[in-house]
């Protein structure tokens, strides 16, 4: 803008900010009272779960497909069966109607569009007794197995913040977003 | 002078089946019928509370215990109680208020039962410094009070069944409540934090066993949405969210978070389970509709509604419930003969913006069978659409957001069933 306010051009625009400032109706921040207290990173760190697609907050470690399996049997399949095919809780994996066939299966390797959800979801929320208790290493492998029932992935997988968010999952495209961008 | 109380079996109809113009209600001294049983009478000097001295004070009410059936109907996981939902029973209640022991809940794993003194609410991410909050501190903050519904996203979802389902009305549309939210605009805290450039997402995550969490446009966010503390003037219920919640007025319940500890300020949503596995709808084409934030317009007939009964042909008062996501209703109407006719109801103050609203009409039914609908339209003309064309627009697998019109059938020994 090649342009200087004169001084009654700024008065104006002085005057009007203050009218601004007296009329908005929601408080903002000047009236608030500030009563935050700064956060310490390394607390915050460890207590931030999101795993996002691109594999931001995923922690290091690793887990085999192998290890998956045994966990599973172990924590998971009282309540999703024994092959992930659903049981009191949803089935997990073994679709074979297609989505666009009426009732669909709607499993980890037909319908989930990111591997890294797996990730975020196991580790806050899973086993349903005990939530929260799964080491790193323990959620992926979890994850690779899963995977690997579903087809996604091979019998010797391993899964790691680099591996995971690498997976291509099948039906990665198949979202239309109604409102958002 | 007293005024002439109407002849309700001569007056014209207003649209087929026998309904008949709004502005009755307004006749002071006008009783309708309702399906609801009338109570016996008996012998004032029979009546034992006017002989004896009642109970004494406690210090928090309770309802009668005569109205113990008016409950939260809750469908729960078997293998774990915890996991499940409960619902208002809509057609027991009145008025757009819903009392908070009976509002719906959703809940994954249980409700936790959280000690204020350490819970603390945390905004990080995208910021220009994290922020900690305890509850203490947040009582302290400038409030803003709003009345609002919370729906859940997959409410009415037996509407997608091939044949309609027979349940109450609020056993199937009763995923949803309406209150008065306070609490602090979420705006304040952002502008505390200082919000960087380039954020676009903010992520909100629950202190249940699971911590679930969801993702929210920051757009959304600043303009309109609340850490809620009170409900209907009381603080939050711990199956509500004690000791604090997300509100995000309009949109579906899923995101508003209870129990809110965290709030990540991203670019990106997270992409969690309940928003790619869940509460995305799957279309006939194999897609599916993901991020479908805003609840549609949409209402409901309460009375009468599935389960009650007509005692005898006589004049009605139809009644029910209108909301939408996107704003005010600005019109409900009633159809008395399965959708050939339709009449404007009456709508009671208060109508809010993404608020319950109360409709009314007076009906005389003739004895002999009826089909009665109720559709709403809002204030940016959405128009809530009839079943079929909901279903032809979207197939029969998206078991989240529903919205169609219900119909009531009134057999002719007047018992009111769901049909299609």
């Known amino acids: ?181 | 002078m007293p005024r002439q109380r109407p002849d309700l079996h001569t007056l014209p109809e207003v649209a087929g089946g026998g309904l008949l113009d709004r502005r009755l209600f307004l006749r002071r001294g006008l009783a309708l019928a309702t399906a609801a049983a009338a109570a016996e009478t008996q012998a004032a000097d029979e009546l034992p509370w006017l002989h004896t001295p009642g109970a004494p004070f406690t210090p928090y009410g309770q309802p009668s215990s005569h109205e113990r059936l008016t409950a939260r109907r809750i469908g729960a996981n078997r293998a774990v109680a915890g996991n499940g939902v409960s619902f208002t029973p809509l057609e027991e209640l009145e008025g757009i208020i819903t009392p908070n022991g009976l509002h719906f809940e959703r809940h994954h794993n249980g409700v936790p039962q959280i000690d204020p003194a350490r819970h603390r609410l945390v905004v990080h991410g995208l910021v220009r410094q994290a922020l900690s909050f305890d509850v203490k501190s947040l009582l302290r903050y400038p409030m803003r009070s709003q009345m609002l519904f919370i729906e859940c996203g997959g409410n009415s979802n037996a509407g997608w069944h091939g044949e309609p389902i027979q349940r109450s009305a609020g056993s199937v549309h009763g995923l949803l409540s309406c209150a008065e939210w306070t609490g602090v605009p979420l705006s304040i805290l952002l502008d505390e934090a200082g919000v960087d450039a380039g954020a676009s997402w903010v992520i909100a995550e629950g202190a249940d066993a699971g911590a679930m969490n969801m993702s929210i446009p920051l757009t959304k966010i600043r303009d309109d949405c609340l850490i809620g503390l009170y409900q209907n003037g009381e603080r939050l219920r711990p199956e509500n969210g004690y000791p604090m919640r997300l509100i995000v007025p309009g949109w579906e319940g899923v995101l508003h978070v209870k129990w809110l500890q965290r709030l990540e300020v991203t670019d990106q949503p997270v992409m969690s389970r309940n928003e790619t596995s869940k509460y995305t709808e799957l279309q006939p084409s194999g897609k599916a509709r993901q991020f479908t934030f805003t609840m549609d317009c949409k209402s409901l007939i309460t009375s009468p509604s599935h389960g009650q009964t007509l005692p005898r042909p006589d004049v009605y008062q139809v009644s029910g419930l209108a909301w939408s996501g996107h704003g005010r209703i600005r019109r409900v109407e009633v159809s008395a003969d399965g959708g050939k006719s339709w009449a404007d109801a009456a709508l009671e103050s208060p109508a809010l913006p993404r608020c319950l609203t109360r409709f009314r009409i007076p009906w005389r039914w003739d004895g002999k069978p009826a089909v009665l609908k109720s559709r709403a339209t809002d204030e940016h003309g959405n128009l809530q659409p009839e079943r079929a064309a909901l279903v032809a627009e979207r197939g029969r697998a998206g078991y989240f957001h529903y919205n169609a019109i219900v119909a009531w059938a009134v057999e002719d020994d007047g018992l009111v069933t769901h049909t299609y």
């Open chain 1, 1 to 181: 803008m090649g342009w200087s306010r004169t001084h009654t051009e700024r008065a104006a625009a002085l005057l009007s900010s203050l009218l601004l400032s007296a009329c908005v109706a929601t408080p903002n921040a000047v009236e608030a009272p500030r009563l935050g207290q700064a956060v310490d990173g390394a607390a915050l760190a460890r207590q931030q779960l999101n795993v996002f697609p691109d594999g931001r907050g995923l922690p290091p470690g690793r887990g085999t497909v192998s290890e998956g399996a045994a966990l599973f049997a172990r924590h998971c399949a009282a309540c999703h069966g024994k092959d992930a095919r659903g049981g009191s809780a949803e089935e997990l994996a073994g679709a074979t109607r297609p989505l666009n066939t009426p009732a669909a299966d709607k499993t980890i390797g037909s319908y989930w569009p990111y591997a890294t959800t797996l990730f975020d979801f196991i580790r806050r929320a899973k086993p349903m007794t005990a939530p929260g208790t799964l080491n790193a290493d323990e959620v992926y492998a979890l994850s690779a197995w899963l995977l690997h029932i579903n087809g996604v992935v091979g019998a010797d997988a391993v899964m790691d913040a680099r591996t995971l968010p690498a997976v291509r999952m099948p039906n990665r495209d198949g979202f239309i977003r109604i409102e958002a961008e």
